[in-house]
């Protein structure tokens, strides 16, 4: 069977996504970058222009967005509708991050769903005239809030695992990385995408008013132990964990997460103090580029390293 031409992709993104964009287009000379105006009135509500706009008639087009905060996303949903009713032969939205993915569920009447919403605002998205918007989206919290979308949008989960195993075979004594889970959740969620690993998962039992962590099965003795999740906020939990399985042998203790959100600078707890490295400290903190403004915060800062997905969503703008 003959394989499918690749495709020519005009890719559209917001401002704070502009690195990543050019990293999605360093990799491929069949992505070519778009520009828009974000412009706003002097109310500050959006005044936006699409440069080029009649060139898109007929072409594949994307959009890589970055839902950073409440305040932006106003204007980007703005574009995503936008671009698809410009005749685009296709229309993918690249979302790396996907900010409400934690809160998916109503545990008491009253709760409100927020990533049922977020879903919500991104189905009604125009189909374009090659049919529904794809919606590439890494390491979603929760892989049933796939229906939370309608029919309007194709939502495509990927995963940044595949980076940090390609990076884990470069360590040095590789052979000796165990993987360690911080609950129940994350192994359900990855295991089977790290099953070659030994692992150790762990998880929290409460003790009057606190939760501690402790192992809920596998040894780490002697081991380069890599907490895997999908993301992090403030930490707390990632750092307990450090410290059990220090407690239990562990040679060394690293962390991968696909989104880095750190907020109000959370990722300072992590920071190797004089640049050295103590025994509370991780010896790896890797994350991807899914949270533009936690990249550059921690760009050059040890413990941390950034594991791109511009390769994989170049991949992801072929589907």
Partial sequence: MERPRKKQVLLFHCLEAEDLARKVAAHSDLIQLQSI???????GFPNLFIKNAQDIRGQHVAFLASFSSTEV???QLSVIYALPMLFAASFTVVLPFFPTGSFERVEEEGDVATAFTLARMLSNTPISRGGPTSLVIYDIHALQERFYFNDTVL???????????QRLEQLPESDKIVIAFPDDGAWKRFHKLLNH??????NKVREGDKRIVRIKEGDPTGCHVVIVDDLVQSGGTLIECQKVLAAHGAAKVSAYVTHGVFPKK????FMHKNNEESKEAFTHFWITDSCP???K???GKAPFEVLSLAGSIADALQI
């Fill in 37 to 43: 105006n974000w412009r706003s009135f002097d109310d």
């Fill in 293 to 295: 403004f936690t990249v």
């Fill in 297 to 299: 915060a921690i760009t």
């Fill in 266 to 269: 959370s990722w300072e707890r």
């Fill in 155 to 165: 939502p495509v989960f990927e995963s940044g695992i595949p980076l940090l195993k």
């Fill in 197 to 202: 690993f030994p692992m150790v998962i762990c």
């Fill in 73 to 75: 996303i106003f204007e």
